[in-house]
T-cell receptor
């Protein structure tokens, strides 16, 4: 166990659905991240939160909406997604944004958009 | 933009042999590098890191080599075991973000 838990592990949704991905870290970290992992592509950073404040949004479409109510929890709200959004969504945390760089990842949510 | 890339998408080695996974980076300002391992159905797992003021760092059965002159990073795994079969990613720190390569799939055969 990495100390970062993501739910659900698998999600199938239609393009008109609204769903949310959840991430919880038990490491006492202050920075949390959302990444998208598609086949044959490098991990794409989506959002960064540091001490609950969003510090980066890498030009992510507005159909992805992050929420960080506290340093231990991170959500990714999804609505009106497209089939090309199907991917593995990974959450990670680190001590803080400027730490050595070691990020601890959850197992991810495998999302399929029909 | 800057990029991090891996020389080979797949690598097959026999159990007990040493494995070498290579990575090229283009950002000469990168000061920190990490190797991650991702097994099927799991998220990336930290293996070893190295700062730019070092050229070698050893862990348990793993060694990372950094050649800043040619902007090259390698991960050496000694006595490769079946449990080492996974995708390996290198990542370099650019500012506050980690930039990941596409990954090399390591397959260990008996």
């Amino acid at each position: 166990e990495t100390g970062v838990t993501q739910t659900p592990r698998h999600l199938v949704m239609g393009m008109t659905n609204k769903k949310s991905l959840k991430c919880e870290q038990h490491l006492g970290h202050n920075a949390m991240y959302w990444y998208k992992q598609s086949a044959k592509k490098p991990l794409e950073l989506m959002f960064v939160y540091n001490f609950k404040e969003q510090t980066e949004n890498n030009s992510v479409p507005s159909r992805f909406s992050p929420e960080c109510p506290n340093s231990s929890h991170l959500f990714l709200h999804l609505h009106t997604l497209q089939p090309e959004d199907s991917a593995l969504y990974l959450c990670a945390s680190s001590q803080d944004r400027a730490a050595k760089g070691i990020q601890y990842f959850g197992a991810g949510t495998r999302l399929s958009v029909l | 933009g800057e990029s991090v890339g891996l020389h080979l998408p797949t690598l097959s080695v026999q159990e007990g042999d040493n494995s070498i996974i290579n990575c090229a980076y283009s950002n000469s300002a990168s000061d920190y590098f990490i190797w991650y391992k991702q097994e099927s159905g799991k998220g990336p797992q930290f293996i070893i890191d190295i700062r730019s003021n070092m050229d070698k760092r050893q862990g348990q059965r793993v060694t990372v080599l950094l050649n800043k002159t040619v902007k090259h990073l390698s991960l050496q795994i000694a006595a490769t075991q079946p449990g080492d079969s996974a995708v390996y990613f290198c990542a370099e720190r650019g500012g506050y973000a980690l930039n990941f390569g596409k990954g090399t799939s390591l397959l260990v055969t008996p």
